[in-house]
């Protein structure tokens, strides 16, 4: 991660490249490989995370309400797939 102080100079498409290289290596570091909710989301939904190329491939990303969130039946095991 940059120094805010760096960060807060660079032009803007600097910074835009700094945010989709960021997005890139949290889907692929992170969620996809610690976060066992997302995980599954992705392999039921068929997301190929290679094609997420940046902060604009958002969008095809399902988005997680309140609902994906509430256990179900009272499955005291569902929250644990949040915590990384």
Do not use: C
């Not at 969130?69 to 569902?78: H, M, Q, R, S, T």
């Amino acid at each position: 991660m940059q120094a805010w102080t760096k960060v807060s100079r660079m032009p803007a498409p600097a910074i835009k490249k700094m945010q989709d290289e960021l997005l890139q290596k949290m889907l692929k570091e992170e969620l996809a490989v610690r976060h066992p909710y997302y995980r599954t989301v992705f392999k039921d939904q068929n997301i190929d995370l290679g094609k997420i190329r940046g902060t604009d491939d958002l969008a095809s990303l399902p988005f997680t309400e309140k609902k994906d969130l509430v256990a179900p039946d009272n499955d005291k095991l569902y929250p644990k797939q949040f915590v990384l």
